[in-house]
C-alpha cells in the first residue's frame, strides 16, 4: 500500500511522477535531448521537474527504478554536460554553416560558444577532457591548435605556388589565395621575435624563402654597382645606362650617410660612391663649356643644332625652358645671367629676324640688305651673319633651307 501511494505521489501543481516523465518523453522526441530549459515558458513546470530529479538523486531521495527510467530516455544527472551538450550542438550547426570549427575569440554573435571552444582546448592540453567527447570533437573537424593548422594549410598553399611557378615571389594580389602575400610577411616578423619553430623555420627554408628580402635586394643591388664601377671606372649611373639601378643610385644619394646603416655606408664609400648628385655635376660642366663658347664667340647664343657640341645645345634650350617652367633655381639664374644668357630662345630671335627679312623682299624685291641699312642696322648685320655662318659651315640646314628658298643669296658674286 505504502509503494503504490509513493508512485502515484503528486507533485505541487497535482500532477504524477509517471505523467511528468511522460512528458519528458514527448520533450525528448521533439527536442532530441531531456535538457528542459527553466528560460523556455513553454515547459517551465517540466523544467521545475527536471531540476527536481537531479536534487533528489544528490540527496539519495529518489528510486533506483526512477533512476533506471530517466536513464533510459538518456537523462543527464551532471548539468556541466548538459551544458557541454548545449554548446556541442551549437558547434554542430556553427560547423556546418561555416565549413569549419574555427569560432572567433569573442564572438558576438556567441560569446559562450566562443569561450567554451577555448576551454576545451584548454582541458585537452591539461588531460581533463574525457576521450568520449574528445572522440566527437574530432569526429567533426575540430582543430586543436587553430593557430598550426592555419601555418600548415598557408604553407600548403606556398608550396603548391612555388610548384607552379619556380620561385617565391607571391603577388600581392594573387587570385588564387589573395591572403598569401600578408602570412608570408608575417613570417618574416614571427621568425624576427621568435615566434616560429625551428620545424617550421627549416621547412620554409627548404623552400629557399627569403626572410630578409630587403637585404638580398641591398645586396644584389650593391653588386651590380660595383660591377658598373669595374666596367666604367665610376658609380656615376645614368637612366641610359640601367634605369633601375640609376633610380636606386639617385635615392642612396637623396638619404645620404646619415639614414643608412653604417655598414652600407662604409662599403659605398670603399667603392668610391660619390655622395654628390652626378646631375649636380652636369649641370656645372655645361656651364663652364657655355663660358667657354662665350668667351670664344663672344654671346651665348648656341645653335640648337650645333655639330661641335651637340649636348651643349640641348642643355641651353633646357634651361630656357626650365626657367619659363619656374623650375630653375635663383642662383642659377643669377650665374647665367652673369654671363649675358639670353632667355629668348636663339631660334626665336632668328625666326623674327627672318620675318624681317621677308617684308624687305616683299617691298624691294631682292633680300640684299645693306650691311649698315638705316632704316634696321640690326637685319643688315643679321643678314651679313648669316652669310658668315654658311662660309664658317656652321649654319642649320633647315635655316639654310628657308633663306634659299627666299632667295637670299649666301654667297654673293662679288665674294
Not at 537531479?54 to 533506483?64: D, F, G, T
Not at 572567433?104 to 556567441?110: A, I, L, S, V, Y
Not at 668610391?272 to 664667340?297: H, I, N, P, Q, T
Not at 635655316?399 to 665674294?415: E, H, I, M, R
Request: charged share 35%; proline share 3%.
Amino acid at each position: 500500500m505504502r509503494q503504490s501511494i509513493t508512485t502515484a505521489c503528486l507533485d505541487k501543481v497535482g500532477v504524477t511522477w509517471d505523467e511528468r516523465f511522460g512528458e519528458l518523453i514527448k520533450f525528448k522526441e521533439r527536442f532530441g535531448d531531456c535538457n528542459v530549459s527553466q528560460l523556455d515558458g513553454e515547459y517551465e513546470q517540466l523544467a521545475n521537474w527536471v531540476s527536481n530529479q537531479r536534487s533528489l538523486r544528490q540527496v539519495k531521495k529518489i528510486s533506483p527504478q526512477r533512476i533506471a527510467r530517466l536513464e533510459s530516455i538518456g537523462f543527464q544527472w551532471n548539468m556541466l554536460d548538459v551544458f557541454w551538450e548545449n554548446r556541442f550542438s551549437e558547434l554542430v550547426q556553427f560547423q556546418q554553416q561555416k565549413g569549419h570549427c574555427r569560432v572567433p575569440f569573442d564572438w558576438p554573435e556567441n560569446k559562450k560558444l566562443s569561450l567554451w571552444v577555448g576551454t576545451q582546448r584548454q582541458d585537452k592540453k591539461k588531460s581533463k577532457l574525457d576521450s568520449e567527447k574528445e572522440r566527437r570533437l574530432r569526429e567533426i573537424g575540430f582543430e586543436w591548435n587553430p593557430a598550426e593548422c592555419a601555418w600548415e594549410k598557408n604553407f600548403s598553399t606556398l608550396l603548391k605556388f612555388f610548384q607552379q611557378e619556380g620561385h617565391l615571389d607571391v603577388p600581392e594580389k594573387w587570385s588564387d589565395a589573395p591572403g598569401l602575400f600578408r602570412w608570408i610577411n608575417k613570417q618574416r616578423e614571427d621568425n624576427k621575435r621568435g615566434k616560429l619553430n625551428s620545424v617550421q623555420i627549416e621547412r620554409m627554408d627548404d623552400l629557399g624563402f627569403v626572410w630578409a628580402p630587403l637585404d638580398e635586394s641591398w645586396n644584389a643591388r650593391f653588386g651590380r654597382l660595383a660591377d658598373f664601377k669595374n666596367r666604367h671606372g665610376h658609380c656615376d649611373v645614368r637612366k641610359r645606362d640601367d634605369v633601375r639601378l640609376a633610380e636606386w643610385v639617385n635615392d642612396l644619394r637623396k638619404r645620404r650617410k646619415t639614414s643608412l646603416p653604417q655598414d652600407r655606408a662604409e662599403a659605398l664609400d670603399a667603392l668610391g660612391f660619390d655622395w654628390d648628385s652626378c646631375l649636380e655635376r652636369d649641370w656645372e660642366e655645361m656651364f663652364a663649356a657655355l663660358v667657354e663658347y662665350k668667351r670664344s664667340r663672344g654671346d651665348c647664343n648656341v645653335p640648337p643644332v650645333w655639330t661641335e657640341n651637340m649636348t651643349l645645345g640641348r642643355w641651353v634650350n633646357t634651361q630656357r625652358q626650365e626657367k619659363k617652367k619656374r623650375r630653375l633655381s635663383e642662383q642659377r639664374i643669377t650665374r647665367l645671367n652673369a654671363i649675358g644668357f639670353v632667355w629668348v630662345s636663339f631660334a626665336a630671335k632668328w625666326d623674327k629676324s627672318y620675318q624681317l627679312l621677308v617684308e624687305y623682299k616683299n617691298t624691294y624685291g631682292h633680300c640684299n640688305v645693306p650691311q649698315k641699312w638705316k632704316e634696321n642696322p640690326a637685319l643688315g648685320k643679321w643678314v651679313s651673319d648669316q652669310r658668315k655662318k654658311w662660309r664658317d659651315k656652321n649654319i642649320d640646314q633647315e635655316q639654310n633651307d628657308l633663306l634659299t628658298a627666299l632667295g637670299f643669296v649666301l654667297q654673293p658674286k662679288s665674294s
